[in-house]
């Protein structure tokens, strides 16, 4: 429980859950692990807020002890979540290390280069994606496939702990048990479909923990595996992340065919529905919408949703910078979202987009910031030796 703990706080120690845990964890991770020892373990009062940015989101925050439980289990199932996604080729790419949205972007756009050899031969697209993912999950349904999972391939002695463990997460509804941060307005808005207060008894799992993430990723490992065996004599590539796919195949007829095919799957057997409304079917040469850039034959174009984001979160560090109020933790955290944002971009032909960028930076931004190579955002060292001389 003590290496749980630890990883835990991995990227995390900082933050205020953290700090307030630390001084009781010995303590406490010893207590937590007895009730763990003795199946009386329940999960504590989670947060509730609404995410605004980048669209209108909930997200349930787990207590503390309780990241410690999902840690422990996600330490013993990702290695075999691991060995399911290598087995499938690595099609899925999110909550993987060494994986993620670049990864998923180049390959679909390698699947185009190989499907329609060089734009040679005509090949088709589809996008799917799963109607309010994480809101619909049947629990019944991933529990059992998880407990499947474990019973026939995990084989340490603690087996009957960790399926506890996996149940008591899985079937957890941490809107009958949590503390609302956000304004009641906020939900007013946001669609029933997107809420577990609204979305009935043993539907949907929290966004927001490890083990959410995680046991998506692998339940959506069955819609891979299917889609390997329709596609199994095609000429064709797939990807996915999370819960939205990409298709690229030569054979339009048999492609338009197999998407009726998918919808039925994750109706029928993982009981939640593919957009049927809003199909994307495209030729290649059309290229591709996905994961904020859009993919077209060697080459990426950053959406304009994404660059506005990026416009937005860069006003939002100027304000501060020029009112005084940015202390060294601020700094951290701008400088972090900043070069995630110039990460992204440099993945596509975006020179423009940052050239516009830059030329929205004040001199109140480089009092505590400098630029390298047009793609970097670091503190500055004087800053950070006066900052160290004062409180957070």
Not at 85 to 91: A, R, S, T, W
Not at 330 to 336: I, N, P
Request: net charge positive; charged share 25%.
């Amino acid at each position: 429980m003590f290496e749980a703990y630890e990883d835990c706080l991995i990227g995390k120690r900082n933050s205020p859950q953290a700090l307030e845990y630390i001084p009781s964890a010995p303590v406490d991770v010893c207590r937590l692990a007895w009730e763990v020892y003795n199946f009386s373990y329940e999960p504590a009062t989670s947060t509730c807020f609404m995410v605004t940015f980048p669209k209108l989101r909930e997200v349930f925050a787990a207590n503390f002890r309780d990241r410690i439980i999902h840690h422990w289990i996600c330490l013993r199932l990702n290695p075999l979540f691991e060995k399911r996604n290598e087995d499938l080729d690595n099609v899925s790419h999110a909550c993987r290390k060494g994986y993620g949205t670049i990864s998923a972007i180049k390959q679909v756009e390698a699947g185009i280069e190989k499907v329609s050899h060089n734009m040679q031969k005509e090949a088709w697209i589809y996008k799917g994606d799963i109607v309010g993912f994480f809101m619909n999950i049947n629990k019944q349904k991933m529990f059992e496939v998880l407990k499947e999972l474990i019973e026939k391939k995990y084989f340490a002695s603690d087996k009957s702990i960790l399926l506890f463990l996996v149940k008591v997460t899985v079937f957890h509804s941490p809107e009958k048990n949590c503390f609302i941060k956000s304004p009641f307005e906020l939900w007013k808005k946001i669609k029933p479909d997107k809420s577990l207060f609204y979305n009935g008894e043993g539907i949907g799992e929290p966004i927001g923990n490890l083990t959410t993430q995680l046991f998506a990723g692998y339940y959506m490992s069955f819609l891979d595996e299917f889609v390997e065996r329709l596609f199994e004599r095609k000429n064709y590539s797939y990807t996915r992340s999370v819960d939205d796919f990409v298709i690229v195949c030569d054979d339009r007829a048999f492609l338009k065919r197999a998407i009726k095919l998918i919808m039925n799957f994750t109706h029928n057997e993982l009981k939640v529905e593919c957009h049927r409304d809003n199909v994307y079917f495209q030729p290649a040469s059309h290229g591709v919408k996905f994961l904020g850039q859009i993919i077209k034959y060697k080459r990426r174009y950053t959406i304009n949703r994404t660059v506005g984001r990026m416009t937005n979160r860069v006003k939002q560090c100027l304000l501060e910078c020029e009112n005084g109020s940015m202390t060294l933790l601020r700094a951290e955290h701008w400088a972090m979202v900043l070069n995630s944002y110039f990460g992204f971009l440099v993945q596509s032909n975006s020179w423009k987009i940052r050239k516009k960028v830059m030329a929205m930076l004040t001199p109140s931004f480089y009092q505590y910031y400098y630029i390298v190579n047009s793609r970097t955002v670091r503190i500055k060292n004087k800053y950070k030796h006066e900052s160290n001389r004062l409180c957070y």
